[in-house]
């Protein structure tokens, strides 16, 4: 069974340059947590220090209640997933996955009794005595899995294991790796620049951005309530307006933009006179006939382009504002076609104002 992972005040720094800097997170036993973030923002690092494999400048790590301070890689109750898989070409699928398990001392009956168990457990059965080099990728991905887990780890660490799929794979293996970790109940931490995946797969996420952790909550909290300018604009397209806030009514805030007053919730408290951004989701953006909806805009369709389940559609306000609208294709919206003139509004729930922040590497 999988193990809590304890992150206190952990930085790591490269001379002047910080990787990681004051993180603070609890990742519970059994949980799938996904670091998010774009390239360079530290999430490597931080699996990295879990893993033993670097010592934190600052701050504590503990798996299971434990500090990890001085004790190295081979020595904690982690095993790692590394992006190129790290597999052994010339062996057979069996030997790969007990190969942790030989190094061990294990003795072979109880080694060959694990390793099929593993087989079945990732689905594999039939392909045990084939080459590395002779299977598909997503087995390869599989054969990775089940050597990490044949050494019985507390926690399993993944770094962008799925980013040499293609896209029909990487889907499958969302829901393989989401499957395999609930049977075991192994802790997975799990490295990703891609939001889908974090999303789809994680209990919780953490984003982060140049060495920091933005946020760290549910996936939906995440995606519909982020805490910060960077999350929202990283996380999922977004409407991103510049503007004044001019007054407040309880948890909302009206701005002044470019393109009109505006009405959205106001997560952070911020005051009246302040400079913001408003964020408005795409599918939240609805065609109304009502001339007098709150938050009306006037616009015409600049581009429509279809997408089977749904169409993107591109709008101009009157004062040249570019906005992104997402239609669902249920029958329900009307026809519409480029160079129309249409309104369109959005409620106010489902928009929110944030303090203005680098969101320059969404």
Request: charged share 20%; hydrophobic share 40%.
């Amino acid at each position: 069974m999988g193990q809590d992972v304890n992150l206190a005040d952990v930085s790591m720094r490269f001379g002047d340059f910080y990787a990681a800097r004051d993180i603070n997170v609890h990742i519970e036993a059994g949980e799938f947590f996904s670091f998010l973030g774009p390239s360079g923002c530290g999430k490597t690092t931080l699996l990295r220090l879990v893993s033993g494999f670097m010592d934190p400048t600052k701050g504590q790590i503990k798996i299971g209640g434990k500090d990890m301070r001085g004790i190295g890689s081979n020595n904690r109750p982690t095993a790692m997933i590394f992006q190129n898989l790290a597999l052994f070409p010339l062996m057979t699928v069996t030997e790969n996955i007990g190969f942790g398990l030989e190094v061990r001392g294990v003795p072979k009956a109880e080694r060959i009794k694990k390793v099929e168990e593993l087989i079945e457990l990732v689905d594999l059965q039939g392909v045990g005595n084939r080459k590395v080099s002779e299977l598909s990728g997503g087995q390869m991905q599989r054969v990775a899995i089940a050597r990490a887990l044949a050494v019985s780890p507390a926690v399993l660490l993944l770094d962008e294991p799925l980013s040499a799929l293609d896209l029909k794979l990487r889907h499958h293996m969302r829901a393989e790796l989401r499957n395999i970790q609930r049977r075991t109940g192994v802790t997975f931490i799990y490295i990703t620049h891609d939001q889908t995946e974090a999303l789809t797969m994680s209990d919780r996420v953490g984003v982060m951005s140049i060495g920091k952790l933005e946020q760290v909550a549910v996936p939906d909290v995440i995606y519909n309530n982020p805490a910060t300018a960077f999350v929202a604009s990283f996380v999922g397209e977004t409407n991103r307006l510049q503007g004044t806030i001019s007054s407040i009514d309880g948890e909302y805030a009206v701005l002044n933009t470019a393109i009109g007053q505006l009405s959205c919730k106001n997560p952070q408290r911020l005051s009246q006179g302040e400079d913001a951004t408003i964020f408005i989701r795409p599918e939240t953006v609805f065609l109304t006939k009502e001339s007098g909806a709150p938050n009306l805009l006037t616009c015409g369709i600049k581009n429509l382009s279809f997408e089977g389940a749904y169409a993107v559609v591109t709008l101009k306000t009157e004062k040249e504002q570019l906005l992104t609208m997402r239609l669902n294709n249920d029958g329900t919206a009307p026809r519409i076609k480029t160079g129309d003139n249409v309104k369109v509004t959005f409620n106010r729930e489902n928009a929110f104002v944030l303090k203005n922040g680098d969101s320059s590497s969404a």
